[in-house]
């Protein structure tokens, strides 16, 4: 490792070195000139002297060039290239505004441009779905989802229909790091699963990072999911919404000071409540089932070189069984963000952040029978992060961040027949830091770098107790030795961990049609979901690192092969094999107590984890029918002394081979197909080995202790979906400023019943004393049936 780390420090002192007196720089924001969109990868090159660079996040640019005259090429996926002969002779600004592929601008020429290759990007295990991709996959009941959208890409799973959240390369749930406008986002899901928090209307980009994770990112073990908001249109007021089978939402955007600045303003609401009401009782009762969600985004050009965003989102699911009983859980998120252009080459952006999950549940008779509970994480992150570009061969980016964590395990309070009992667990407080350099380096036309090194550290902090456990066999409950309990003063430290996560990706550029590319990544996680149940849910606990709990550390090396052919790179292939190891990677005693529990910790175990597999993709980008096929073939382990006698065995979400294929088939340009169909082998389950009677209850036991020992049913379901697109001119032939279409769908086709779960149940029925008890195993499916949709969309 250490070799590794001298490596990278070498290549940074390397490439910092004086730029010629001659070089001049040309920078600016490519936006989209429908609506001042920030366009993020949009690509600006120089075809005659091979050099080029892409927007970042903001839609900013920085090339630096020997002084001359030269046709600039501006392109981004489905729009226009445009192509502006500029005399270098000092350094310019230059803002573009791009059209929509067939559309004409003055003064450039314009030409069609295809998506840039997979071969020709430095980027590897990434997966990026535009908006209008997403919404022509069929959707269970009709609605566009981002996180189900992508579990149709290679090496995304869940471990089942209603599921929460999504696994990546073998990862856990808790693995993932979800940022919506930076904000970290705890639980992505509505309905338990089947929707996610991200509203279509107001997301503009999603990038799912597999490997290859910028230095600039961590926290995380699997992956990194990084959404960016709309920032609303300011050209002219615009309104998109729908309404459908469970949902409906709504969109506006527009000018604050046209040209300078806007907003977006979106909102959804499930309304099941709402119209079974006159018809079930429970619900007039005081019983609650619906989700509501609500988004914004502002921003304001103070000048060239300043500009300011502030991001928010609110969102909450509530399961009520009456008026006193049931559960919810919601998060918040804000967001500041001020981007500065220092100079030419220097761009800077500062995100002060807050992030709040929290879930509550409560049941109970009356005011002498109940129980209470509530639990929350919140953060607050600062975030300065510059980008240098010091030539056209190299980008160099750094930065920090600080975010300071409190939890509240459990705020919780009982009554049975007399005075409140409290059972609150005591709160805890964190502080992570880090720091980071990166550089992004070409080296001739055959070669592209990226590598960096992050440096992050994190701390535990009183008020509070440093608890120390017995020593106990490996597999059961450790006891906590109260003798040695210490009290720690707020602010006090009473743990720390500090590590270097070193990042490096290569690309080998074969010809213009191929090319090879590796990365290696460490990523440290300090902060732990606590699940032990088949699937995630929104009442597992988060907890951080602690003197008990140590940091979860991956290292992960993957190697793909790239490869376009057909007419303009009709047709694009990729295969990627991975392979990763982590340590301390956290599992759970057999009957762990992870709830209200003052010393959970005694209940977890640690051990080590691997992952590796190949993934396949295949995608034809365009025609009147296109679509992709992708298929996973990976293993995921866990070795953990005290579980399965010290023997590897499959995670809950391992999953040998998954096959998914996705296709679209447009009939007219009013009408057009898409269906989806997913194959994927039983995921693994722990099913009892023996069983002994106690006074005529049967009781199934593990007698071996083993884990895994079988694996589910193979899940498959097929969904097709039909959308009718709106008349686009009007009765006297004019174009429709409006458009609107509507679609059908139908969800789980053959009507499959995939499992999620088996379990044992003994018969009801009273048994003879001497006669035998028979059990049978129940096969649980959240989905069993055929469900047809329709939904109607409309933009103005």
Known sequence: MQKLYYFLIICFFQTISVTAQDKVTINGYIKDASNGEALIGATVYVRSLSAG??????????????????????????????VSNQELIKNIRFDVEMESQGEQLKEVVISAEKEQSIVQSVEMSVNKLDIKTISKIPAFLGEVDVIRSLQQLPGVATVGEGASGFNVRGGSVGQNLILLDEASVYNSSHLLGFFSVFNPDAVKDTKLYKAAIPAQYGGRLASLL???????????????????????????????VKDKGSFIVAGRRSYIDVLARPFVEVLQDGAKLNFYD??????YSINEKNKIFLSGYFGRDVFFFDGDQGFSWGNKTGTLRYNRIFNDRLFANFSAIFSEYDYSLQFGEDDQDYFRWKSSITNYTFKPNFSYFLNSDNEISFGAEATYYEFTPADAVASSGGGPIPLTVDRKYNLENSFYLSNDQKIGDAFTLQYGLRYSSFYSFGPGKNVIYYDTIPGKRRRPNTSLEQEVSSGDVLSQYSNLEPRLSIKAQLNNTTSI????????????????????????????????????????????????????????????????????????????????????????????????????YFQKQEGRFNGWISYTLGKTELQVEGI??????????DQRHNLKLTGFYELNKRLSLSANFTYVSGTPATFPTSRYVVQGILIPYNANESRGNVRLPDFHRLDLSVRLDGKAEKANGKQRKNTDYWVFGLYNVYARKNPFSIYFTQGSERVPVGSAINSEARQLAIIGTIIPSISYNFHF
């Open 53 to 82: 660079t892409t927007t970042n996040v903001y839609g900013f640019y920085s090339l630096t060039l020997p002084a001359g005259t030269y046709d600039v090429e501006f392109t981004y996926i489905g729009y226009a290239k445009q």
């Open 517 to 616: 590319k590796a990365s290696y990544n460490r990523m440290v996680q300090y902060l732990h979901l606590i699940s032990n149940t088949t699937a995630s849910n929104p009442l597992d606990v988060w907890t951080p690192s602690s003197n008990n709990i140590l940091p979860e550390i991956g290292d992960q090396l993957a190697v793909g092969y790239f490869k376009s052919f057909g007419n303009n790179d009709l047709y694009q292939f990729s295969a990627e094999t991975y392979y990763r190891q982590t340590e301390n990677q956290i599992d759970y005693i057999d009957g762990a107590n992870l709830l209200i529990n003052q010393y959970l910790e005694g209940e977890l175990l640690s051990g080590r984890g691997r992952a590796y597999g190949l993934e396949l």
């Open 294 to 299: 609500l988004t914004g985004k502002a921003n």
């Open 644 to 653: 399965n006698r010290g023997d590897w065995y499959a995670t809950r979400y």
């Open 226 to 256: 990084d959404v960016r908001m709309k920032e609303g249109n300011n050209k002219e007021f615009e309104a998109n919404g729908g309404i459908g089978t469970i949902f409906s939402r709504l969109a506006l955007e527009a000018p604050i």
